[in-house]
């Protein structure tokens, strides 16, 4: 069974750090893009951040670039997403998902598998 689940979420302070982790069975994350996505109450799901595990690009909506780290560790089939200077803002569900064989994209639509999501909370 192919499954995504994701881990690390929690409750910080504003300008503190979590690293959500989104760990793969049944399949090899290695070829697969994998895309990270938040939702807030009564927002629309957003990409976040996205790379290739095969040739490690990554991407960033530009609202996180310089605070939020995507990686992948192929050992641990697991990708990971290090968040710091947490704001406020960035409270929300993120997800994982992947997507077979296809260039990093934020188009939620593009991919197969989802995780079922960690609840990310950041006060003032």
């Known amino acids: 069974q192919l499954q995504l689940v994701e881990s690390g979420g929690g409750l910080v302070q504003s300008g503190g750090s979590l690293r959500l982790s989104c760990a793969a069975s049944?399949?090899?994350?290695?070829?697969?893009?994998i895309g990270w996505f938040r939702q807030a109450p009564g927002k629309e799901r957003e990409g976040v951040s996205c790379?290739?595990?095969?040739?490690?690009?990554?991407y960033y909506v530009d609202s996180v670039k310089g605070r939020f780290t995507i990686s992948s560790d192929n050992a641990k089939n697991t990708v990971y997403l290090q968040l710091n200077s947490l704001k406020p803002e960035d409270t929300a569900v993120y997800y994982c998902?992947?997507?077979?064989?296809?260039?990093?994209?934020?188009?939620?639509?593009?991919?197969?598998?989802w995780g079922q999501g960690t609840q990310v909370t950041v006060s003032s």
């Open positions: 049944g399949f090899t994350l290695e070829y697969y893009a």
């Open positions: 998902a992947a997507a077979w064989d296809h260039i990093p994209t934020m188009a939620a639509h593009e991919y197969d598998y």
């Open positions: 790379m290739s595990v095969s040739d490690g690009s990554t």
